[in-house]
C-alpha cells in the first residue's frame, strides 16, 4: 500500500464539509490551576481552513455555503471527524455543525 502524505493544502472537502484548524484549549483555569491533558476541555473554536463547493439542493443546483476560509467559527462540542497533521490539530465537519462565526 502507498503512502499518502496530508497536508492542509492537499485536502478538500466535499459536499458542505468544512476543514477548520482547532484553536489550542485553555492551559489554566481563571482561578491560575494548571490543567493536565486528560482534565482539559475539547475546545469548540477553529479557524477555517479549507472549504467544500456546498451542499446540492434539491434541483440538483449548489447552495452557496455560509463560511469562507479564514472565518473563526464556534461548533458542536463533539461534532466532526478529528484529524492530525503533524503538530497541528483539525477537525472535518459539516456545515449544520457550525454554530456561530467569532467576530
Not at 481563571?30 to 469548540?44: F, H, N, V
Not at 458542536?76 to 454554530?99: C, H, N
Request: glycine share 10%; charged share 30%.
Amino acid at each position: 500500500m502507498a503512502a499518502v502524505s496530508l497536508s492542509v493544502s492537499t485536502v478538500k472537502p466535499l459536499g458542505d464539509r468544512v476543514f477548520v484548524k482547532v484553536s489550542a484549549s485553555e492551559e489554566k483555569t481563571a482561578g491560575g490551576i494548571l490543567l493536565p491533558d486528560t482534565a482539559k476541555e475539547k475546545p469548540q473554536v477553529g479557524e477555517v481552513v479549507q472549504v467544500g463547493p456546498g451542499k446540492r439542493g434539491d434541483d440538483g443546483a449548489r447552495q452557496d455555503m455560509e463560511v469562507k476560509i479564514g472565518d473563526k467559527v464556534l461548533y458542536s462540542k463533539y461534532a466532526g471527524t478529528d484529524i492530525k497533521l503533524g503538530t497541528e490539530e483539525y477537525v472535518l465537519l459539516s456545515e449544520k455543525d457550525i454554530l456561530a462565526i467569532v467576530a
